[in-house]
């Protein structure tokens, strides 16, 4: 299948520090989608890109569509204790969605 | 309300038997999708479904099975030939754009599927 390589695997960071995390793959997708897990429950669509080059923002989240395509990243400013949780990038390729194999972020007051 | 509604949230099934998870979304969209995650696990595609009575595999359909006759619904059989059905299994349903590209994807709440 198609692979989305995600990374950082996993990030220990302390309130009020930004995290940045990313997405890369060897195929070019149509949109970008950022998802945030919390235990035993569905992901949550945190944000959505359209178009190559796309900067968005949500409150504290902001994510960008790279410009070749093959890439997005996500960045959090401002980190507090309920950011906790695991993050999953998506790609749309045709009608195929893939996740990369998610970011765990651990949040300490 | 507006959503994605999967059923149950917790199913237990003994080993060797078919098991049908139910998912049902009342937003109008045409794509569906069932991705299975294991313990510490990304997602992984199963079968995904662009319009009514037309489906395609995703990476690991094998032992599974799946069905679209109404827009709505779009339910999964974990079938016995399944090696290690155990794990949560999550629905989503989004809309398709302009040029019937997809866009947004929403999730329902999951099954956790444990097999005895």
């Known amino acids: 299948g198609q692979q989305l390589n995600q990374s950082p695997q996993s990030m220990f960071i302390q309130e009020g520090e930004d995290v940045s995390m990313n997405c890369t793959s060897s195929s070019i997708f149509n949109t970008w989608l950022w998802y945030k897990q919390d235990p035993g429950e569905g992901p949550v669509l945190l944000i959505a890109l359209y178009k190559a080059g796309e900067l968005t923002s949500n409150g504290r989240l902001t994510a960008q569509f790279g410009i070749t395509r093959k890439d997005s990243f996500l960045n959090i400013s401002a980190s507090i204790p309920s950011d906790v949780g695991i993050y999953f990038c998506?790609?749309?390729?045709?009608?195929?969605?893939?996740f990369g194999e998610g970011t765990q972020l651990t949040v300490n007051p | 309300d507006g959503g994605i509604t999967q059923s149950p949230k917790y199913l237990f099934r003994k080993e060797g038997q078919n098991v049908t998870l139910s998912c049902e979304q009342n937003l109008n969209h045409d794509a569906m999708y069932w991705y299975r995650q294991d313990p510490g696990q990304g997602l992984r595609l199963i079968y995904y479904?662009?319009?009514?009575?037309?489906?395609q595999k995703g990476d690991i359909a094998e032992g599974y099975s799946v069905s679209r006759e109404k827009k709505e619904s779009f339910p999964l059989t974990v079938t016995s030939a399944q090696k290690n059905p155990t794990a949560f299994y999550l629905c989503a349903s989004g809309r398709t754009g302009k040029s019937m590209v997809n866009t947004e994807a929403f999730f329902g709440q999951g099954t956790r599927l444990t097999v005895v």
């Open positions: 998506a790609g749309h390729r045709g009608s195929r969605l893939t």
């Open positions: 479904s662009q319009i009514v009575n037309d489906f």
